[in-house]
């Protein structure tokens, strides 16, 4: 089952991307990012709510809740260098890079968690690093012009604007 979540999880986050890319294009990222959180907030908060899970905060230990605070601010600094490059970069080469933290993942489990790793786990981390590389590293497709697909205008644009007359 936990597959399942993981990968509507992936399907998810690059709906983000995407979505998000696109929503920056007029809006400088760190106000996008903060709009996003507000929105996150909510959702986060109200999943609590629906769950009923407001007196298990009482039962959150001070070790956990450092750890959830530190795992909380490095995911908005995450975030906001994520937002920031894709303000710089497109989403399809951007993306790829920064989802590197699988394979950071893979490592710092490893060290912290004292997961075992497998062989197999290890040529994943080491195929999806190179694929990530590859693709962050691949030459830029040339931008079409606005309104033009294959060098030609858009359906449904006219090639000669007409005058009005005067």
Request: proline fraction near 4%.
């Amino acid at each position: 089952m936990w597959i399942v979540f993981a990968l509507l999880a992936a399907l998810s986050a690059a709906a983000v991307v995407t979505l998000s890319k696109a929503g920056i294009k007029n809006v400088p990222p760190s106000l996008a990012f903060a709009i996003q959180s507000v929105l996150i907030i909510v959702v986060a908060w109200s999943a609590v709510a629906w769950q009923k899970l407001w007196p298990e905060i009482e039962h959150i230990d001070r070790k956990s809740w450092g750890f959830l605070l530190a795992a909380g601010v490095l995911t908005a600094i995450s975030s906001l260098l994520s937002f920031r490059a894709l303000s710089l970069g497109d989403a399809s080469r951007v993306s790829p890079l920064t989802n590197v933290a699988l394979v950071f993942s893979v490592a710092l489990a490893a060290v912290f968690l004292k997961e075992k790793l497998t062989w197999q786990v290890l040529s994943g981390a080491v195929l999806m690093a190179g694929g990530a590389l590859l693709i962050a590293t691949a030459k830029p497709a040339k931008k079409l012009e606005d309104g033009k697909k294959n060098g030609r205008p858009a359906t449904g644009t006219t090639i000669y604007q007409a005058k009005p007359k005067a």
